[in-house]
């Protein structure tokens, strides 16, 4: 078992033991094929102790932060709180926030619909 | 606060055989702990408890006593557990008037399908008592064997 | 002073495990009053009864303490052992050191202890017991099944096979329940009304049954053998013993636009209905919501064209007290509504439909005429999607049920082979979380559905759909092939959770018969009481106990029929002897006792007391009737001068076992 399986369940909140494997979640995700690893994976490598893999690899910024698999989730695993742990754990890890609040004004633009904006911050900084 | 870590209460816990008897025994078999501090005595229903049997443990110096009885509605007996709500809120208002901790006492409706409920009732009751500290009030010192 | 026995059972190691029970046995030795104490592996077991009995000879014992598993499970077993050992049955006492110790203890030390304290308040009790003897009852031979569906009818047919009167209570105009909507039944793919129709046929021409149709119970009163129970028979404003069941009335309605309940409303019916060709009783119905006679007084239509004149427009309710000695309870279930589950789009599209809507489309007699056709343009479908575990195995609270609804893999594969074998054009997914087939060639069908019937079975679940132009689209997981799925499908249909009826659970209230968290009723013992309810004299039949499939119902609603009968086939039964009994030295006659009573036991009698001087006082005292009384206590602690207790649970016996807990 990883060391980190503990932490991404105490940063989550999250019990993936709950999880009973029915890939709802991975149907919902819009974000499918851009992920190397798709959201009912995450929940079984951090079941099964596999959380280095999930850090390394870049699926993990793919996500969208849309939270439709908590969402739709019949057993409240939420997958999306798990990744998040994950992308937290790593810029923890890194010890630096990769984005500020105040680089926010710099970002904006008439095509980017706010919520991108909300998510990046999400992923990229220490808060959450 | 030392004396607080070694005070283990005395609890006595009334379930009515229909409900809250069988939701203890559910949480037995479920395997869900709770503090041995908590001795239960079987009634055959809630509205069998008389307000004396309660000052009688407070006098042999129980620290807390917990009723348990079918949900509103569910009675065994159609209306025992109404009755056996109106007399503790009468004796629980005389506690009050004596000048003791209403949180010693408590009612809770338990069914015979919350074995959780039981098991989560009594550790939170448990540690209430804990907290408040022995019963002094009402224990009658004569009533000591030693 | 009474010379007790103390027997302290190990439970193997269920209680030996955690509490040290030859140390139990040691210091309950040390109490007052006990001559014997021991300790064994099964005290239930016939050695273990042996045991005992050997003891209360050997020793004298006129009491017995029982340190052993909750008095719910053994208390008859070990009062029978100690009345064939000569003792009075209620001189034992249970101490629960299994589901009250052992089991939720970890430390041995500690539960040793409290194991120690538990067996002391039993002595302490017993101490105090008296020798009780139980009184009888009469029992009313008649039987109450509430629900009309495949359980009902079957428990009601056993039971009037073996003579007793029945009366079945259906709230819908019919007989008949879910049944009647099925199609075909899994795995023999045998055609459901073709097996149900002639049991509804039996129940109406056996003389041993009635039906109260389009009725609903409103109140129940007494208690085991002698219930009585009031039925609201609603106004269908057609006089059952006039209508022949000729279905004139039903084409001349002018008011078309009904939705058809029958149909799950995928047609509509008129306000004048007989729900389905072969209902019993095949009798008209009249929808007081829809019929414009009976909301503004114009029309009248069917009053005219009855031949039979059975249209009564100013009927009533009516309200019908029945005596019966036992209850079966045969309520059901329905299946959930899908309104919590948008990502289906079952409310955008009507091509989304539920199982058992798909059942009325797939049926002869349903509104397609067993046609298979899209709802929404009548075309046919070629790609078709199945939905497992729809609201089943949810974590609880708002997105659905926690357990697995059981009958959904099977009519999921029935469905789909089904369609494949009529269609062979059409490509059908299945998309499943387990497939689940405990049961008598339901595995041997669910392959058959795979290997010979090419349904695509996808270890996924379906996330999301959307429909557009015309089509579904469905967005799903592969979770094998790993792969997200993308699939033009012209109907989705759901395998919905299925829940217990919604009038259950007020009847749980009527009857005072437990339910469970989901308001499935809860049975005596899950493995050795399961088809009777906790409460005595109700018993339980099919899907209102649990999630089951047809043969399971049929086989649970025998059993239910087999205790009915054996309870009816009694002429008295035994009476619990813990009643209440009043002092009369001490009773004042204030009628405190008689207003608690919930049974109505308690009753005053003028009797004479010898006064002092040789005269006679004549006082009025309270009088319990032990054949009426349950022995709730309610009338105990009414009592302001403390005249009334409880036998076998008296003021003295429940004080003197908190003494022992507090010393």
Redesign the interface.
Same mark, same amino acid.
């Given at each position: 078992m990883s060391q980190w399986t503990d932490t991404i369940r105490q940063i989550s909140g999250v019990d993936p033991r709950k999880c009973m494997k029915c890939g709802k979640c991975t149907a919902t995700c819009p974000a499918y094929d851009h992920m190397e690893y798709h959201p009912h994976q995450f929940v079984d490598m951090v079941t099964t102790g596999r959380v280095e893999e999930l850090m390394a690899s870049k699926g993990i910024y793919t996500c969208l932060t849309c939270f439709a698999c908590v969402e739709r989730c019949p057993r409240s695993v939420e997958p999306a709180a798990i990744i998040e742990a994950v992308r937290l754990a790593v810029i923890r890890q890194q010890g630096g926030n990769h984005m500020t609040p105040d680089q926010i004004p710099g970002l904006l633009d008439e095509e980017l619909p706010q919520q991108a904006i909300t998510s990046a911050l999400r992923k990229y900084s220490k808060g959450g | 606060m030392q004396m607080n870590q070694e005070f283990k209460p005395?609890i006595?816990a009334f379930c009515c055989?229909?409900?809250s008897?069988?939701g203890?025994?559910l949480?037995?078999?479920n395997?869900?702990?709770?503090p041995?501090n908590v001795?239960?005595?079987?009634?055959?229903?809630s509205?069998?408890?008389?307000?004396?049997?309660i000052l009688?443990?407070f006098q042999? &110096?129980?620290d807390g006593v917990i009723l348990c009885g079918c949900h509103p509605?569910?009675?065994?007996?159609?209306? &025992?557990n109404y009755?056996a709500r109106r007399?503790m809120t009468l004796l629980f208002s005389l506690l009050d008037y004596m000048g003791i901790e209403r949180q010693r006492t408590r009612v809770e409706w338990v069914?015979?399908?919350?074995g959780a409920k039981f098991?989560a009732t009594m550790n939170d009751f448990v540690d209430t008592i804990t907290k408040l500290g022995p019963n002094r009030r009402l224990e009658d010192l004569r009533c000591k064997?030693e | 002073m009474q010379r007790i026995g103390v027997f302290v059972c190990w439970c193997g190691s269920n209680i030996a495990a955690t509490v040290d029970v030859v140390q139990v046995a040691q210091a309950l030795a040390k109490e007052p009053g006990v001559v014997f104490a021991t300790d064994y592996q099964y005290m239930c077991s016939q050695a273990g009864q042996d045991l005992i009995g050997a003891a209360i000879k050997e020793h004298g014992l006129t009491g017995v303490v029982i340190c052993s598993c909750?008095?719910?499970m053994h208390e008859t077993t070990f009062r029978k052992t100690c009345q064939k050992a000569g003792l009075n049955p209620y001189m034992v006492e249970i101490a629960?050191i299994?589901?009250?110790?052992s089991?939720?203890?970890?430390?041995k030390p500690?539960?040793t202890?409290?194991a120690v304290?538990?067996g002391r308040?039993a002595i302490a009790k017993v101490h105090l017991n008296a020798p009780l003897t139980a009184g009888t009852s009469p029992v009313t031979k008649r039987a109450l099944v509430i629900g009309g569906g495949i359980a009902g009818i079957q428990t009601a047919l056993d039971i009037a096979d073996a003579g007793f009167p029945v009366d079945i209570v259906e709230k819908k105009p019919t007989i008949g329940g879910k049944m009647t909507q099925i199609d075909k039944t899994f795995p023999t793919l045998d055609c459901a009304a073709c097996i149900l129709t002639p049991k509804m046929v039996d129940v109406s021409q056996n003389e041993k049954i009635d039906i109260i149709s389009y009725a609903q119970v409103e109140k129940v009163q007494g208690f085991v053998g002698n219930f009585s129970v009031t039925i609201r028979k609603k106004a269908r404003y057609v006089d059952e013993s006039k209508c022949t069941g000729c279905g004139l009335c039903t084409e001349k309605c002018p008011q078309k636009k009904v939705p058809n309940e029958f149909n799950l409303g995928l047609d509509t019916r008129r306000a004048i209905y007989i729900p389905f060709a072969q209902a019993v009783p095949k009798v008209a119905t009249i929808d007081p919501d829809y019929c414009s006679m009976l909301k503004s007084g114009k029309c009248g239509v069917c009053a005219k064209v009855c031949a039979a004149g059975a249209i009564d427009y100013k009927q009533q309710d009516e309200l019908i007290t029945r005596e019966y000695g036992a209850i079966v309870v045969a309520t059901g279930f329905e299946p959930i509504g899908m309104d919590k589950f948008d990502e289906f789009a079952y409310a955008q599209s009507p091509d989304v439909v539920t199982s058992l809507e798909l059942e009325r489309l797939m049926n002869a007699a349903g509104p397609t005429g067993g046609t298979l056709l899209r709802p929404s343009d009548g075309t046919h479908p070629h790609t078709l999607v199945f939905v497992q575990c729809v609201g089943s195995r949810c974590d609880g609270g708002e997105k659905g049920k926690p357990y697995c609804s059981k009958i959904c893999c099977m009519y999921t594969a029935k469905h789909a082979m089904l369609i494949r074998d009529k269609y062979p054009d059409t490509e059908v997914y299945v998309f499943y979380i387990d497939v689940r087939t405990p049961g008598k060639n339901f595995d041997e069908f669910y392959r058959r559905a795979v290997e010979e019937y090419g349904v695509h079975y996808i270890k996924g679940m379906v996330g999301k759909v959307t429909p557009q132009d015309g089509k579904l689209k469905v967005q799903a997981s592969d979770l094998l092939g790993g792969r997200q799925l993308h699939i033009d499908a012209d109907m989705v249909v759901l395998a919905a959770a299925i829940e217990p009826d919604k009038s259950a659970r007020p009847l749980?209230?009527m009857l005072?018969a437990?339910?469970?968290?989901n308001d499935f009723f809860?049975e005596a013992h899950p493995k050795l009481r399961p088809v009777e309810s906790?409460?005595a004299g109700i018993f339980l039949s099919g899907a209102c106990q649990g999630p089951k499939d047809i043969p399971e119902t049929v086989a649970q609603a025998g059993a239910a029929a087999s205790k009915v009968i054996g309870l009816l086939s009694k002429d008295a039964l035994t009476c619990n002897p813990?009643t209440a009994q009043p002092d009369e030295l001490k009773c004042n006659g204030c009628s405190s006792c008689e207003n608690?009573c919930?049974y109505g036991a308690i009753s005053y009698i003028d009797k004479p007391f010898r006064g002092p001087n040789r005269t006679t006082l004549i006082r009025r005292v309270a009088q319990v009737n032990p054949a009426v009384c349950?022995?709730?206590?309610?009338c105990?602690?009414?009592c302001p001068s403390g005249a009334m207790d409880?036998q076998g649970?008296s003021?003295k016996q429940?004080?003197a076992?908190?003494?022992a807990?507090?010393?």
């Open positions: - | 005395t006595v055989n229909w409900c008897y069988a203890a025994d949480s037995g078999t395997r869900l702990q709770y041995a001795k239960i005595i079987r009634i055959p229903c509205c069998r408890l008389n307000p004396m049997f009688r443990a042999r &110096g129980a509605g569910d009675c065994h007996y159609t209306t &025992g009755y007399r069914s015979a399908a919350e098991a064997s | 909750s008095p719910r629960n299994r589901e009250h110790c089991w939720i203890h970890k430390d500690t539960a202890e409290k304290i538990l308040a749980a209230t005072t437990s339910m469970d968290t809860t906790p409460t813990c608690v919930p349950q022995g709730c206590g309610a105990t602690v009414a409880l649970f003021n429940i004080m076992e908190v003494d807990i507090c010393r």
